[in-house]
């Protein structure tokens, strides 16, 4: 079934807030989402600062211990105007490189083309004025409900998702959660047109979307952390802090799912992960980072279909 | 001018040892490298375990405030058998996920077959056996002395380059080094056939090499980090513990790379890393770790060149 | 006025839950709290597992923007028995030293000897059956409402407290916290007869309590971390990870105090700190972290009362 | 024997250089050390800028597999004026919490009045000129040659001790460190008079000494970090970055300790850390941080005593 779902409520926590619509396995929903600072398509401030979510999306069926499978069909800016910071964070600087800008000089706004795919800062000087940096869009912050009745802020990330800021999330790759409250209730919202790796600056290109996605229950499939596929790659993702904690994190949950789900062995997973695995790095900006582990598919597919 | 080197000695700190070899500015050496454990092109152990180095190469008329770049100009296994370690190590994964292996299976042969670029994998069951990987030779561990008169341990990385891992060091490749003691004193060794991101499993495929690379000597350029250029971008690194730490030294690095070379303002350096910044990771096996900035040159060159 | 409360419900998440008893400023309240896996002081399972606590008391008046002073006045473990792991986590011991126990044997038990102020395991072996600990009672986990309308498990901890495990937060302690919800919402348990630094085996001597402690509002004073005070120090609290995080926020927390309470100035702050700083570490078992910096009161006295 | 050593050379790495003056096991040497800045007794410059170590001493027998326990007899500054810096690191501070300070206001003389045991503050303005500090003299930085023929900046520590700052270091205490190179090679120097927890200003109060220490070799005893002993405390150092992994370091160590050395059985040794364990913070301020772990003797010496 499909659903043309218009949002009048966005929250800034994910937790077990009551659900704005109830879907089924294998809908496809349709709705909009605001940016960061809670403006919508037409630029009115219809929700509060800090990643406003739209849900949460009620998924009959879905209980604690199974997970779900979400599929971006369609991610499209639906205004013309985004916005960045263009100071990057303290974090992720030495101390003695801290930048100090002017505070009405921090936000930069910039023109998207949809048609030639190009973002252009709007109102600046030479040379920034000459930047070109092409669209690739994407949610920052997405996920489900978290374990324990918790409400987590849109603002950090964890093993339900949340403010996770990794660009390679784009339109045409499938998601996958663990469900830990009834109904999974998932949000999505936090728009960037392009993001450079790590949203060093605290910012994308904050933008409100049209987007389109379908939702999968797996029943009684347990995993730990979000995992993830495109045309390429299979992925997980581990949300914490420091880096190192991520990276122990996605790294544990790419050999669980190669070793339960893909039937290799332990020492199979292993070497084939040393040798071939990727990392990318998502957002290095909140309270939570956020590292991606990831397996090519055409080494995996010769590894597992010769058996 | 070309020269050929065969070495004789390696050593397996990287300080202010006596020079192999003196070689001018533009001069290109070819010479050999023996693998992380000792072994040469023939197998015969000649030493001493833990990432023996080839050099130091004395480069007339450096001293401390240049930089050295060196282009890594041909990268080729010298023998048809490499080896790997299968085990990810415990400082990657969640302490629950430890692996358990028996010593006598931890070590893995890999036959190499330079005509059609491919590792795979001896003396092992299916699925195993059917693992075919893509050579990329690199070399996991090359610097030039320390700042201070130190001597460190092949096993790690700081500003004068080390035990980085990282597999983007590939030929066609130029990594610049600051410039610490006379002569800067450049050593390579540590070869891979092929390596995942992050050596998680605390190797490559340990492999000697028939390496030649040409060295250009910088007056007066002063780096504090690693710097590195290939066809597609600029890098930067960072040789750290935590992964956070790398990634502060990393992004300075470039911030500095783009404000002094590049002549951007601040706020230009800053917004272009915002949403065009991408990061790759090195090494997260050894006592330092090692992440990768980079900048497109295709987005970078439009906006100096217009100016 | 007094209050003599009897708990019926208890929250394993620290958020805006329905208030169980309404108090004005000053007042004090009498309670009990039961252990970390639920049993009360009858031993009966009456909370979930996970820290269960007693609250969240409203203070009336209080609002985002003020503090929350907190004064522990009696703090009495309420049955004879306590319980231990023996493990310490892999998380604090090198990769080669992980503990492998028995799951049986995991679990010790401990009698208390309230007049003595002894503690003494049960039912093992030579050496550890010689074992005697003195007691020193405090609540592991204790905190308010967080910010944002967020609800934190009762199993980490950040700017509104939460399990924080530091062992000096003993009867006689007053404690603040920043108030983010309206009646600041408190909550206390997980009580300790004793507990190492750093709560390393997961568990200090799990144990129920009775407790009486008395609430102070302070309107319009802010604050971003929770603080303490005791006969000899002043002392601030961060929790995060990893603990380098910890002592950035505990140690900013310090500055603030000192400039904005005690009137010091910059120069004057940051050089008694130098000097004289000491630090405690909290939990690093849990999620998050936690540190504490503390200033001798004699010290800082002499540098304030002079002036 | 009595050595009675006047130095003539400073090192500002330890590592393998010509030995000072040949001591044997029992020996008792009294000597001098300069300050960081390398500054003498008489506030000569005569050594270089960054801890120049008095040293090294070879201890005659000592091989790699041994320990060298060094006694700090007696510890004296031996001049008048001591200096501090007085900004508080950006790495233990928030970012929005940075000082700024005037470069000519941020070292400060302290007089020291070692006949009441106390320093105060030159040339400065109320209230800091009200300031008195206790006495508490301490070499920050001392050890033994590192393994395979490192030289490591005296800026750092490892596990052959070096920068670790720590203020329990203290006359009295003995320190064992573990033996890498053919006679230890003691090095010591970076006197502090007084230094808070972290030494986060990035100085103690830096004194030149006259220090008299006695030397005991340890045939065939290998320890892994840094050991040492006070009155009441065994302890253990460990020293890398972040603290968390300072803390694996050095509770590791002393998990070995206590096994190897006490006797005590696995289940023991964790039992009683969980609920005795205290932890010391050392350095924050290098590119190594410290973490030092405690065993109350007292409470120790029950449990082996009495088996």
């Known amino acids: 079934m499909n659903h043309q779902f218009t949002p009048e409520i966005y929250y800034n926590t994910i937790g077990s807030h009551e659900p704005v619509l109830r879907v089924s396995n294998g809908d496809m929903i349709s709705t909009t989402t605001i940016d960061a600072w809670g403006y919508d398509a037409e630029n009115n401030k219809v929700g509060k600062r800090g990643n406003p979510m739209t849900g949460p999306f009620y998924i009959e069926g879905a209980e604690k211990g199974d997970s779900l499978a979400v599929t971006f069909d369609r991610i499209i800016p639906n205004r013309k105007i985004a916005w960045t ?24 706004a910039w023109e998207l083309n949809l048609d030639n795919n190009i973002a252009r800062p709007l109102d600046v000087d030479p ?11 994407m949610p920052g912050c ?29 339109q045409g790759v499938t998601v996958y959660f663990p469900v830990e409250a ?8 936090d728009g960037h047109a392009a993001q450079g790796d790590g949203e060093i600056v605290g910012t994308g290109m904050e933008i409100s979307f049209d987007v389109t996605f379908t ?21 997980t993702v581990g949300n914490a802090r420091p880096l190192d904690q991520c990276v122990e994190h996605t790294t544990t949950e790419m050999v669980r799912w190669l070793e339960k789900d893909y039937g290799l062995n332990t020492r199979a997973a292993h070497t084939l992960m040393g040798q071939t695995v990727e990392y990318d790095m998502g957002n290095v900006y909140d309270p939570a980072y956020t590292m991606v582990c990831k397996m090519p598919k055409r080494i995996l597919g010769e590894l597992v279909t010769k058996k």
């Open 142 to 170: 997405f996920g489900v409900a978290p374990p324990n009745g918790q409400a987590i802020s849109t603002a950090t990330s964890s093993t339900h998702g949340g403010n996770m800021d990794y660009n390679g999330f784009v």
């Open 127 to 137: 040379p920034l004025s000459n930047l070109r940096i092409p669209l690739r869009p």
């Open 85 to 108: 910071r263009c100071a990057i964070a303290p974090n992720v600087l030495d101390p003695d490189y801290y930048p100090e800008f002017d505070d009405d000089k921090v936000k930069i």
């Open 215 to 235: 939702v999968y229950l797996q029943k009684g499939k347990t995993i730990t952390w979000p995992r993830a596929e495109n045309e390429t790659h299979i992925l």
């Open 182 to 189: 009834e109904g999974a209730l998932f949000y999505l919202g």
